[in-house]
């Protein structure tokens, strides 16, 4: 079975500029989880899809940070602009039930290491 | 908002001994308590988690111990080998969300 999927590895952008990340979860995994990972730091959720409802976006920048989760399966988060404070890991998880069912289970991709010069 | 504490930052064990990081959290509605495993360039992996009815688990070489009354957990990894070098978080998980602690960098040298 094929694990989340993240793209592209790797982006360095010059801040101002807009950029994007895409994940794809486990198929057949209802819920998704956008997560931020400062250097040294624990990942930190931006972002909850259940299928394709956005449930819980309050720690999302929405001043410049967007998302989608279209047909309740792949995801992209955006920046626009990006900023030198946004330099971090984005990682992308998934989990096999709705919220409230074992919520830690969740299956992380390898994220995406964006540096803003 | 739920925090996790964790200690220490980083732990240098040699082969074969015990690693033994510590967390503490604050509020009492909790679901499970997890901990999961970091390597460089990979995302989080779930590595053991606990309920706050039980005082111990253990799986394999990591053994999760839960205080409730001191509000701490802890996780012991024995027989550390060198392939156990990586970056440990405990968190908090309730019905919706997970909040995880700072990690701590474990180092297993020969």
């Known amino acids: 079975e094929a694990g989340v999927v993240q793209s592209p590895r790797y982006k360095i952008i010059e801040k101002k500029q807009p950029v994007a990340f895409w994940c794809n979860p486990i198929?057949?995994?209802?819920?998704l989880y956008w997560y931020r990972q400062n250097l040294g730091q624990g990942p930190e959720l931006l972002i909850r899809?259940?299928?394709?409802?956005?449930?819980?976006d309050s720690q999302l920048p929405k001043d410049r940070f967007s998302a989608e989760r279209l047909k309740g399966v792949d995801s992209t988060l955006k920046i626009q602009p990006a900023e030198l404070g946004d330099s971090a890991v984005y990682l992308c998880?998934?989990?096999?039930?709705?919220?409230?069912?074992?919520?830690?289970?969740?299956?992380f991709g390898p994220g995406t290491r964006l540096t803003v010069t | 908002q739920q925090q996790v504490k964790q200690s220490p930052q980083s732990l240098i064990v040699q082969k074969g001994g015990i690693s033994i990081i510590n967390c503490a959290y604050e509020?009492?509605?909790?679901?499970?308590f997890p901990w999961y495993q970091q390597f460089p360039g990979k995302g989080p992996a779930l590595l053991i988690a606990?309920?706050?009815?039980?005082s111990e688990k253990k799986e394999g070489r990591f053994t999760i111990s839960f205080n409730k009354s001191a509000k701490q957990f802890s996780l012991h990894i024995m027989d550390s080998q060198p392939g156990d070098s990586a970056t440990y978080f405990c968190?908090?998980?309730?019905?919706?969300?997970?909040?995880f602690g700072p990690g701590t960098s474990l180092s297993v040298i020969p």
């Open positions: 998880a998934s989990s096999p039930g709705l919220a409230g069912v074992n919520s830690y289970e969740q299956y």
């Open positions: 198929s057949g995994h209802n819920t």
């Open positions: 899809y259940e299928n394709e409802e956005a449930v819980d």
């Open positions: 509020n009492t509605a909790f679901d499970y």
């Open positions: 606990i309920r706050p009815d039980v």
């Open positions: 968190a908090w998980s309730s019905y919706d969300k997970v909040i």
